[in-house]
């Protein structure tokens, strides 16, 4: 028997010797892109500022990095409150979380299963009824109990690395849920508060033009008694009730699309639109961060979560061509069984009725019309396909910093002309008015002066929304400073304080 398993033991020996290498290429992470700065022109230190709400400078401070809870900055409290709401009740978030669960597992199972021995007991017991024609004894037919209890041991061993390459395709596939988690963790803050600023965008724009009718009734009022004294014509009348009506025409929308944003809200943070407790948000609440950190162009692809989970993809594609390059080469495979078979029960104590078996097996494919071959072509084909769509990621994250970057610079340049014109707007409005009360000017020019007030009022006060906007697209775009949590994002109803920020 000792000489029996010296060609195993060998085999094992050689095998575990040679198994030290794996075929296929050793994945290496894409070097950063070789750019110093986001867009062609070099980033402004600040931006142009203007008085009133949202028109502060904003400095740019190139290098500094982001913080974890970075909408803290807008300073406020029902903007914090909500957005641990949603991170507590958000099915997005709870499918992400429970999708990397499920990949870690499945990495558990099959590392498990490919990189260890497998080993199964198995105990049967049967009565079976014998034909003496099978041993040459016609006539003869014996009833008998035949019982067994055996172990069952195989093991693949992994030569030419194909195993740990499967099993380096799953370790990718938890990186890829682990990052699509923090992706989902980005986009659901950023959403709340997008749609916060929305709101408050709304919310101003519906105050500014019930502002507008009002005065715009009030004037209508004059019109009115100038008209029932003969001083006017029905046309001069019927022009200004025409500027009111289009003004009140405008209400509607704007309280419909404040509705389905407030609707959009109570969903992101995992309420019913009917249920309360979701605040309400105005631009006077919110406060235009200052100071704004920006990553360098060397960071970004470490920090956005969308470019890691590309990473991860054009990993798990590198490990495949591993596999398929592994299946090229011969499978060998150890098995042994140990155990005792018997006529009883009782029968199975007794040493004679002990069996075993030890045996190796080696395949190497010769002839399978070309399969394996292009199974490693066709492997090879997706890591291409990752690589360009990593680069395409790459790329996308690039212009939203580049485009954010630009969009805060020219906002506050657009605000200032915006705050000048709706000044001048005003003065334009008020002096028409006066002139017109005076007989100096016609109703045609107090008309213009009243759409072109009730035009430039609003178009402020979106002008302000969009730079709190931008501000949130920048901390979006940069990826959200997740890289800043102390510990993995694995339970979504713990949030770190505001001093964890």
């Given amino acids: 028997m000792r ?4 060609g195993p033991i060998a085999l094992v020996a050689s095998t575990l010797v040679l198994g030290a290498c794996a075929v296929g290429p050793d994945f290496q992470a894409p070097a950063a892109p070789d750019a110093t700065q986001y ?17 502060a400078s904003q400095e740019f401070a190139p290098g500094e990095d982001i913080p974890l809870q970075w909408w803290t900055l807008f300073r406020s409290d029902s903007l914090d409150a909500l ?18 669960r499920q990949a870690r597992e499945t990495l558990v199972a099959e590392r498990g299963s490919l990189l260890f021995p497998s080993s199964n007991l198995q105990v049967q017991g049967a009565r079976e009824r014998a034909s003496g024609v099978t041993f040459g004894a016609p006539g003869i037919n014996p009833e008998l109990t035949v019982v067994n209890a055996t172990v069952n041991v195989s093991y693949n061993i992994d030569v030419f690395g194909g195993a740990r390459r499967q099993v380096e395709g799953y370790e990718a596939e938890v990186d890829y849920a682990n990052f699509q988690l923090e992706a989902a963790y980005l986009t659901l803050t950023s959403s709340v508060v997008s749609t916060a600023i929305k709101e408050a965008s709304l919310r101003a724009q519906l105050q500014a033009t019930r502002e507008v009718l009002a005065a715009e009734e009030k004037e209508l009022v004059i019109v009115r008694r100038q008209f029932e004294v003969g001083a006017i014509p029905k046309a001069t009348l019927l022009s200004e009730l025409t500027q009111v009506e289009t003004t009140r025409a405008g209400i509607p929308g704007l309280e419909k699309s404040l509705a389905q944003t407030r609707h959009q809200l109570s969903v992101l943070v995992g309420k019913l639109p009917s249920e309360p407790g979701v605040p309400e948000f105005t631009l006077d609440g919110l406060t235009l961060p200052e100071h704004l950190p920006v990553s360098l162009p060397s960071s970004l692809v470490h920090q956005r979560p969308d470019i890691r989970a590309s990473e991860a993809t054009l990993h798990n594609a590198s490990a495949q061509v591993g596999v398929t390059t592994a299946a090229l080469y011969p499978q ?16 199975l104590y007794s040493p004679a009725n002990t069996i075993w078996s030890l045996g190796a097996s080696l395949t190497q494919p010769l002839l399978n019309g070309g399969q394996l071959t292009a199974q490693r072509r066709a492997a090879l084909a997706a890591y291409d396909a990752a690589a360009a769509q990593y680069r395409q990621t790459v790329l996308l994250a690039f212009e939203n910093v580049a485009d954010s970057l630009r969009a805060l610079d020219t906002d506050a340049a657009a605000l200032v002309a915006l705050g000048q014109t709706e000044a001048y707007a005003k003065q334009t409005l008020d002096l028409t008015q006066a002139q017109y009360r005076l007989g100096a000017v016609g109703a045609v020019a107090l008309l213009d002066a009243q759409r072109q007030y009730a035009s430039a009022h609003v178009n402020l006060v979106v002008a302000e929304a969009n730079r709190l906007s931008d501000t949130a697209a920048l901390f979006q775009a940069l990826g959200g400073g997740w890289w800043n949590r ?16």
């Fill in 3 to 6: 000489r029996s398993l010296t």
């Fill in 486 to 501: 102390s510990e993995p994002l694995a339970d979504i109803s713990t949030v770190p304080s505001k001093s964890g920020s």
């Fill in 332 to 347: 060998i495979g150890l098995s042994a069984q140990y155990g005792r078979e018997g006529l009883s029960w009782s029968g």
């Fill in 39 to 55: 867009t062609p022109q070099p980033m402004v230190k600040s931006t142009a500022s203007f008085p009133g709400p949202a028109g």
């Fill in 83 to 100: 957005i641990r709401t949603a991170l507590a009740q958000s099915p997005s978030l709870g499918a992400a979380q429970a999708t990397l």
